[in-house]
C-alpha cells in the first residue's frame, strides 16, 4: 500500500485521476453501503471497473500516482473503519463468466452464487460447496474460501493475474500456494484478473440437489439476511494438521451473551458477529478483541482474524 492522502493534494489527485477515469470517479463515497456489515465512512475516491481494461487502468494508475487503494469485490468480508479510507477504491464488477466443455472461465468481480448457477446449468459438478458463500471469485480466491470440507483451491486450475510489475501473467494451481483460508496473493501484491474451474460432468438434477442441500444448511447456521461479514476469526490449524474450530472456543467463554453497543455475537454460532442497527466499526472492534482476550486467557490460543479492516 502506498502513501494515504494530505488534504492539500487531495484536488490535485482528484483532477489526475478523472482526467484518465472519466466521470465514472466519484469521490466521499460512503462504503458502509458496499458491505455486509454495513458498516463504515467515506472513501476518498470511488471508482467501479465493468471491464478489466478499466480495472488495470485503475490499478496501475493508482500505482503511479502513489496513493493508497482497495480493490472492493463484495464485501463480504469486510469491516471498514468509521472513519473510512484514505484513498481510491475500485470496485470490481467484471463479471462474465465462460463454459468451455468442464472448464468455467469467470472474472475476478464474477459473484459466487453466478458462478454456482453457471455451473449448474452446464449439469458441472464440483463447486456445489460455495452455493451460499456470498462474495466474488476473486475473494473467494484469495482467501480460498470454502465449506462443507472443501474450498475453491481443490478446484482452481488456472488464473490471470496482473503482477506487481504491472505485467499480466498467466499461471497454474502451484502458483497460489493454497492453504486454510490462505493463498500467495494475499502478500503477493499481484491482482487476479480471471480463474478457471476445472469441474467434471455430472446429472443435473443432483448437482440442483446438492446445492439446495448445501443452501439449507448454511441458512440454519448463518444469519442469513443480516448485516454480518460471516466468520470473523479463523479456524485453528493444529500441528497436526487439523481444524480447531474458532467457533467452539468462543462458544466456550460465553461469546454468544456478549455485545458492544449494536455490535453483537449471533446466537446461533459463537464465530459470528452481527449489526445489530447501527453498530460501529469501533465496536465491532472491541467485541473482538474481548474475546481475542478471553479465548487466550483460557485456552492459551491467538485467533486470528478472518474479516478483512480496511482503514485502521
Known amino acids: 500500500m502506498e502513501k494515504p492522502i494530505d488534504k492539500v ?49 485503475a490499478i496501475l494508475l493508482a ?14 468480508n469486510l469491516l471498514v473503519s468509521d472513519k473510512g479510507f484514505r484513498g481510491l477504491v475500485i470496485k470490481n ?6 463454459v468451455n466443455k468442464e472448464k ?29 458463500i456470498p462474495g466474488t471469485v476473486g475473494g473467494a480466491v484469495c482467501g480460498n474460501a470454502g465449506a462443507f470440507g ?31 483460508r490462505e493463498s500467495r496473493l494475499k502478500k503477493s501484491g499481484d491482482i487476479l484478473l480471471s480463474a478457471a ?25 448463518t444469519p442469513w439476511k443480516r448485516n454480518s461479514a460471516g466468520c470473523f476469526f479463523k479456524n485453528i490449524v493444529t500441528q497436526k494438521g487439523h481444524i480447531l474450530s474458532a467457533g467452539f472456543l468462543l462458544d466456550q467463554v460465553g461469546a454468544k451473551e456478549l455485545e458492544v453497543g449494536d455490535a ?3 446466537k446461533k454460532h459463537a464465530n459470528i458477529f452481527i449489526n445489530k442497527g447501527d453498530a460501529k466499526a469501533k465496536e465491532v472492534k472491541k467485541l473482538a478483541r474481548i474475546l481475542k482476550d478471553r479465548v487466550k486467557k483460557r485456552f492459551g490460543v491467538n485467533l486470528e482474524q478472518e474479516v478483512i479492516c480496511l482503514g485502521f
Open 9 to 57: 493534494s487531495r484536488l490535485r489527485v482528484y483532477k489526475k485521476l478523472g482526467s484518465f477515469l472519466g466521470d465514472k470517479l466519484k469521490h466521499n463515497v460512503v462504503l458502509a453501503n458496499y458491505t455486509y456489515f454495513k458498516i463504515g465512512g467515506p472513501c476518498d475516491f470511488f471508482f467501479e471497473a465493468k471491464k478489466t481494461e478499466d480495472l488495470i487502468d
Open 63 to 76: 500505482r503511479e500516482l502513489k496513493i493508497n487503494y482497495f480493490i472492493l469485490g463484495g464485501g463480504s
Open 93 to 98: 464488477s467484471c463479471k462474465r463468466i465462460q
Open 104 to 132: 468455467i472461465t469467470a472474472q475476478s468481480g464474477t459473484n459466487l452464487k453466478d458462478l454456482v448457477n453457471m455451473a449448474t446449468a452446464n449439469s458441472l459438478s464440483g463447486i456445489e460447496f460455495c452455493a451460499g
Open 150 to 180: 472443501h474450498s475453491i483451491g481443490e478446484v482452481l486450475c488456472e488464473g490471470v493475474l496482473l503482477k506487481k510489475d504491472g505485467k499480466i501473467e498467466i499461471v497454474d494451481k502451484d502458483f497460489f500456494r493454497f492453504g486454510y
Open 197 to 221: 474451474i476445472q469441474l467434471k460432468k455430472d446429472r443435473k438434477e443432483r448437482i440442483k440437489l446438492k446445492v439446495e442441500k448445501n443452501l439449507a444448511e448454511r441458512k440454519k447456521r
Open 264 to 266: 453483537a455475537v449471533f
